[in-house]
Every structure is written in C-alpha cells, then in structure tokens.
C-alpha cells in the first residue's frame, strides 16, 4: 500500500508536491529537485502538462521510486488511447508505482504542438474504470493479467468552476468509478473550498487541496488569460500588485490556502514550479 | 450538409501548374448550398482560370456529385469535352471529388477543402453538430452531442477547464455539457448522469465506412 493511501486511510493531514519532468533528456535537475523536498509525502509527476511535450512522466516516476520517493503519476487521456493507457498503466504497476492521478488533460491547442491530433479516446471517469478493472486483475477485453496491480487511483475536480452543481455530477461519476482522493485544481478562495469539502464529505473520499504559488500579479493574469480552468481571483492579483515582495506575498496567499485546507481537507498538493524552497514557509 | 470551402487559390495556382486543358465539375447539392462549388463558383472558377491562360473544355454540375453512378453518366455525356481535358478540377467534398476519380484515370484536381457535417444556422454560417460516430448518444443527452460538441468528446461531464460554463478552448464557446446539464434540468431527468457511460465502441467507425440497407 502506497504511504499516500496509508497516511490519508490514517486521517494524517497529507501534503504532496510536484515535478515536471524535464523538455530534454537530462534527469540529474528534476531528480535533485525531489531530492530536496522535505515533509512531503508523495511528488506528483506531471504528463505533459499544459499539452507541452516533454519527457515521458512514466520514467520519471519510475526514478523517483527507485530513490525511495513515492510518486504520484498523472495520467492524461489527450495523448493515449485506451490501449496506449492501458499499456503505461501496467508498465507503473511493474517499476512499483501505485498512486495514480487520472485526468482529461489540458486541450492540445494550448501546447507547444497545437496541430496534434487529441485522442480522448477515454475520458477520466472511464479511465477510473479501467483502473479498478485492473486492479480486479482483468484489463478492459476482460482478458486476466498476469499478475495484479494495487493501483491508487486519484481523480482531479475544479472547486471554482461554474455551474458548480454540474462539477458535482462528475464528481459523484468518479466516486463511483472508483476514485481513492481528490486533488484540486488551485483553490484561491475560503469559500469555495468549504462548498467543495462540504459537497464531497458525504461521499467519503479525503480531498488535497491545490495550492498554487502565485510569484506576481503578471503570472496571475497570466495563468487567468491561458491556463484551462485557473481563475485567480481579483483581489489576490491586487495583493500581489500592491506587495512591496511579490514572492514574500505569494507565500503568505499559499499559507492562507493551507490554512483552509488545514480546516476544511484532509491535506494540500503543492504547486510551487520551481521555488520549492519556499514550501516550510508555506506549511508553517 | 457537408461544409466545404475553396482552397486557398495560391494552392490551386500550383497544383494546376502542368495542366493548359481543363474540365470543371461541379456539385448541386451541398457544395451548391454552401457556396463552394455551385454553377456560380464553377462559373467564376472559369474566369479566373482563363486570367490564368487556361482552358476550359467544358463544365458539368452534377445532382449531387457524391452518387457515383451519376457522376459516371455525366462524364460520359460529356465525354469529348473530358477527353480534351488534361486534367478534371472538381469543385466538391472530397466524397464529390472521389466520384469523379473513381470515374476516370484522368488525373482529378479537387478544388475545395471538406470541413465537416453541418448544419445551417443561417445562410453563411454552419456549424458542427454531428461527426457521424456510429454509437448515438443523443437520447440520454437532452439532443446534444458531447461528441462533437465538446471539444474533448467526453461523455461523463464537463472538464476541469470548463470556465463560467464557457469551454477551456474558447471563451465565447458554451461548454456542451453545461448545455446538455441545463437542458436536462428543465426536462426533470438525469439523462446521461445516471450511469457511467462506458468508452465508445470506436470500431463502428472503422474505415471506409461500407453500408447496406437491405
Ligand atoms: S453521438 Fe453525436 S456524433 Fe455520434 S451519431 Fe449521435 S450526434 Fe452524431
Ligand atoms: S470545457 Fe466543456 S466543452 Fe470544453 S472541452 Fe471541457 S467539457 Fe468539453
């Protein structure tokens, strides 16, 4: 069992970060980054993110086990069809990996190859099936694996996103479709973490809360102009235009969220991109 | 209808390039309705290609240039015409376009680009609302097609870029499955959120599509 789903199981407050692997072949500066992450329990490995090809998340995942840190694997159905998922799914289960994040995926139109094709072949709530389905030992011919996987399987939901009734409809899908944890998308707002931890309770499953490290007001509108779903509200963008430290008061933003989260989650997935000096400061 | 459009005239310029002897072919249906490829387009492709110092030996719209038995009757209605021509320029759906090819090992020159399956909004503006997948959803989706719609194509719900019910794609686009969320709320079902609908059986749209009703 991986020790993501023994500390949630254990209702320990969780905190999980995240790497990207590199757009290259040079691994020595993501696995140095994760080296020196402290007090986290697992490390997400992004897939492509942003629709940006870079090197296969898989094999870094696989690297960082084999140094003894547990990975989060995302899972992207843009890329791969079922086959292909199916395939990176088994290759994870055999290097060790078991926390596995499932998601949609970012549009390729945002990526650095906006003329790929999307594949889409299965969407998130699909491909949590395929997860327990493997898990059970059958892949999706029903054809039995030689050996079994013990798959983690964790699901992603926007707390922001509106009408806020449908994002539910989607969640109870993934509940149903066996999702293990929620990880959120970046959360900016008090409320609409409570309405989201409030929403979910019933259905039993620990929720990280996103905290995104928002370095200044530029990077805000950015991330509210390009980046699918983020939507950084008005009044942070003002904090960090009126801060005499942009950085200093990104930091005390993402503490706050903590603090929420703290309340409201069973622990908070850390997107610091880069800065992750800044982590104590922000799980002060 | 299927949604075409000319290509670009620098593309044709050079594809036409070898070729002083041309026979035009246009379609009567769709490519008629959506102003690519009717008597008129035919018409001025003809002017344009004498600008170019070109031929025309002849010209033939076809019902619908899709049905291959009457393409095949109207190329021979006009056989001297096509004989004369080093090449045929065809301004139809590729569907129009294969036809043609099917018709004559003359070499075909299509003229437009296909786009999609359309509808008509008004005249001038179509959009996408079926791509044709074989395996309907509609039923369970209040009459809209996450299929197509969704720039994704899911089929469980919206994904986490969905923004104010707009798509992550576009900002002025709705989101399909806020639409279909919506429009199953005034009819007082559940529809398509009341059971994970399991991947597509893609293999019914293996291609080339053959089909036969009996
Ligand atoms: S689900 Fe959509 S794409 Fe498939 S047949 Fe129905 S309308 Fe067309
Ligand atoms: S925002 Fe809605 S329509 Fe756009 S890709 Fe996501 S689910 Fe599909």
Known sequence: ?284 | MIISEAKPLAELQEVLAPFGRLFLVGCAACATACKAGGEEEVFRFQEWMAGQGKETTGSVIIDEACHIQRAARDLRHHAQAVAAADALVVLACGSGVQSISSNTDKRVIGALNSLFLGNVRRFGQYEEMCSLCGDCILNETAGICPVTNCAKGLLNGPCGGMKAGRCEIDGELDCAWRLIFERLQRQQRPGVFARRVPPKAWSRRRKPGRHKIR
């Open chain 1, 1 to 284: 069992m991986s020790q993501l789903s023994q500390n949630l199981a254990a209702g320990e407050f969780v905190v999980t970060a995240e790497v990207a692997p590199p757009k290259g072949i040079d691994l020595a500066p993501v696995l140095a980054t994760a080296e020196k992450l402290q007090g986290v329990t697992a490390v997400n490995v992004t897939d492509n993110q942003g629709a940006n090809m870079r090197l296969c998340a898989l094999v870094l995942a696989g690297e960082l086990r084999r140094r003894g840190i547990e990975p989060v694997l995302q899972l992207t159905c843009r890329d791969r069809n079922r086959v292909a998922l199916q395939s990176d799914l088994l290759g994870a289960a055999a290097l060790g990996i078991e926390n596995v994040l499932l998601l949609s995926g970012d549009h390729s139109k945002f990526g650095d190859h906006p003329d790929a094709r999307p594949v889409f072949d299965l969407d998130a709530v699909q491909l949590l099936d395929v997860v327990a389905g493997l898990n059970r030992g059958v892949d999706m011919a029903g054809k039995p694996l030689a050996g079994t996987p013990r798959f983690f399987p964790g699901a992603a939901v926007n707390p922001a996103a509106e009408p806020f009734e449908l994002v539910l409809q989607k969640v109870r899908k993934k509940v149903d479709g066996g999702a293990r944890f929620f990880q959120t998308q970046a959360v900016f707002t008090r409320v609409e973490l409570e309405r989201l931890a409030a929403a979910v309770a019933p259905l039993n499953v620990p929720v990280l809360a996103g905290v995104l490290l928002v370095r200044s007001a530029k990077m805000a509108r950015f991330l509210n102009s390009s980046i699918p779903g983020m939507c950084v509200p008005d009044e942070v963008v003002a904090r960090l235009e009126q801060a005499a430290d942009p950085l200093l008061e990104g930091v005390a933003i993402a503490r706050e969220t903590v603090g929420w989260a703290r309340t409201f989650c069973q622990g908070v997935h850390l997107m610091t991109l880069g800065h992750d000096e800044t982590i104590p400061e922000i799980l002060r």
